[in-house]
């Protein structure tokens, strides 16, 4: 727990309490609400909540309920769900915090609930990182778009391209995981892959992990068609055709291996892919060079081992 958040929880907490007469005045059933409250009996507290807006319908338009009725619902998160990714108490936390922050007019609570709003948006972050892998990649998704659109709900200008970038690249090795599985060897998970790479691409396209893996699954892909067509005693026709779409993807993979290359010119994998490419498009010249330009770094490698 961050200090600034350490620092509002306190506030509420010791201006919670000071403040119950003046607020609940015309609200007795709302002493009994702090009084569980207080108590840390969060069940009691929670039903409580419902009583007294039975009994005082006019609270609805109060945010100082709002306020309360987050921060109970954020402590069942915390301490009765444990800060589980299906609470369906952080959910009541955050739209109660948010109907607060719209009806406070005097900003009376604007920093505690954008505080406890900001925390609640980076738990969904974490759910999101924490779902990142082949089982529940399609959970991690959703959870990383419910921090986006909290965070964004708090602060309308932030920028997410970091946590954009970080998010694409890692479900682009979900995806291409998925797809390396003989039971998932389906060539959408590679679209999806690509999908993500172009995604961060599109934010930093000098960025060394979305170029170096596009250029490489393009570069598989021609490789695999040629291999098929090795294997298979194909038409003529369709074998032309295989050819065509196997030079179609070498091609493809050249840019995206050339911009990585840029980034990390001494990276012998790269350099490896690229020297891999032109052989396969029979551009003789460019081969050689490359092929030096590694030959030179395999042995200025040598030369620093001995």
């Known amino acids: ?79 009765v769900d444990n800060r589980s990714p299906i609470s369906k108490a952080r959910t009541v936390a955050i739209e109660s915090f948010k109907k607060s922050l719209l009806l406070d007019k005097k900003e009376q609570y604007i920093d505690n609930n954008t505080t406890v709003l900001d925390y609640l948006s980076n738990s969904y972050y974490n759910d999101a990182v ?28 932030y920028n997410f391209d970091k946590k954009d970038i970080d ?4 479900m682009a090795s979900v995806y291409r995981m998925k797809y390396s599985n003989k039971k998932d060897h389906r060539k959408e998970y ?14 930093d396209s000098m960025n060394y992990s979305a170029n170096y893996n596009s250029g490489i699954i393009y570069h598989n892909l021609g490789v695999d068609l040629i291999l098929e067509e090795l294997a298979d005693d194909a038409e003529l026709e369709k074998v032309i055709m295989m050819e065509e779409l196997a030079i179609e993807y070498f091609s493809t993979s050249l840019p995206f291996l050339k911009r990585a290359y840029k980034v990390k010119p001494n990276d012998k994998s790269i350099i490896q892919g690229i020297v891999a490419v032109y052989y396969s498009l029979n551009e003789m010249e460019n081969y050689v060079k490359y092929a030096n330009i590694l030959k030179k770094l395999n042995a200025e490698t040598q030369i620093q081992k001995n």
């Open 190 to 203: 590679l679209d999806k892959a690509l999908t993500c790479y172009k995604n961060t691409l599109a934010i």
């Open 167 to 170: 998010f694409n690249n890692a």
């Open 1 to 79: 727990m961050t200090r600034i958040f350490k620092i509002a929880l306190l506030t509420f907490i010791c201006s919670l309490f000071s403040s119950v007469h003046g607020q609940f005045e015309n609200c007795p059933e709302k002493v009994l609400l702090n009084k569980y409250y207080k108590e840390k009996n969060y069940n009691k507290a929670k039903l409580m909540l419902d009583s007294v807006l039975s009994a005082c319908p006019n609270q609805k338009d109060n945010p100082y309920y709002w306020y309360l009725s987050g921060f109970i619902h954020f402590d069942i998160f915390k301490y």
């Open 130 to 157: 924490l779902y990142v892998d082949t089982i529940h990649y399609e959970e991690s998704e959703v959870y990383f778009n419910m921090y986006k659109s909290l965070k964004r709900f708090i602060h309308p200008d």
